[in-house]
């Protein structure tokens, strides 16, 4: 699986948007980026997922760069319950032990009032 | 609809016990795996399974055990608890193959003295 590197962490006031960054320079053509969170050593929570198009659903949108190099993380609004620790993972759309999620340390997003 | 269910949610044990992690999903996926997760890190990948029957180790799996009889159970089994194996333990499964996100269990804290 691809690497992916996130800043260690990053503060966001309470209603406005959180624009967390990945990078993830040696993504393959068949490896999805995926984004997960995780509250206060919860279970990590799906958030979005892409593979080359931008996308968005209820939660937030994800923005990938046009050569799929880097993509970012939007939280149009956030609130103080979005603080929590992101984690981008690229992974490949393949079953078996190409589908595992290989976790890294993530950025730890602090909303703040 | 429960999603993935692990029991218990915090368990003590003393240095050689042996104890069962219980993980169960009704959601009819095919695709389980344990993760751990220790303080200021990323959730690592212990063991995970692509089907009933089917097991395969992921990054840390040495003092585990696991076996999947049934769709539904993947069982993480110590066989004798060290205190390097205090950790946070969380279940997580998807539908195999594509693109599908992982569901997470809310984790079961174990602290080996």
């Known amino acids: 699986d691809a690497k992916t590197t996130q800043p260690p962490s990053m503060d966001c006031a309470e209603g406005r948007a959180a624009n967390l960054p990945c990078n993830h320079s040696t993504i393959s053509g068949n490896e999805y980026v995926y984004w997960y969170r995780q509250i206060h050593s919860q279970g990590p929570q799906y958030i979005i997922h892409?593979?080359?198009n931008n996308e968005t659903n209820e939660m937030a949108s994800l923005i990938i760069t046009e050569d799929r190099k880097s993509s970012t993380l939007i939280l149009p609004h956030a609130t103080l319950r979005d603080t929590a620790v992101y984690y981008c993972i690229v992974r490949f759309n393949y079953g078996g032990s190409q589908g595992n999620l290989i976790f890294g340390k993530g950025t730890k997003l602090s909303v703040k009032p | 609809n429960a999603g993935v269910t692990q029991t218990p949610k915090f368990q003590v044990l003393k240095t050689g016990q042996s104890m069962t992690l219980q993980c169960a999903q009704d959601m009819n996926h095919e695709y389980m795996s344990w993760y751990r997760q220790d303080p200021g890190m990323g959730l690592r990948l212990i063991h995970y399974?692509?089907?009933?029957?089917?097991?395969d180790q992921g990054e840390v799996p040495n003092g585990y055990n696991v076996s999947r009889s049934t769709t539904e159970d993947f069982p993480l089994r110590l066989l004798s608890a060290a205190p390097s194996q205090t950790s946070v333990y969380f279940c997580?499964?998807?539908?195999?193959?594509?693109?599908?996100?992982?569901?997470f269990g809310d984790g079961t804290r174990l602290s080996i003295l």
């Open positions: 997580a499964s998807r539908e195999d193959g594509g693109n599908q996100p992982q569901h």
């Open positions: 399974s692509v089907g009933a029957g089917i097991t």
């Open positions: 892409g593979l080359k």
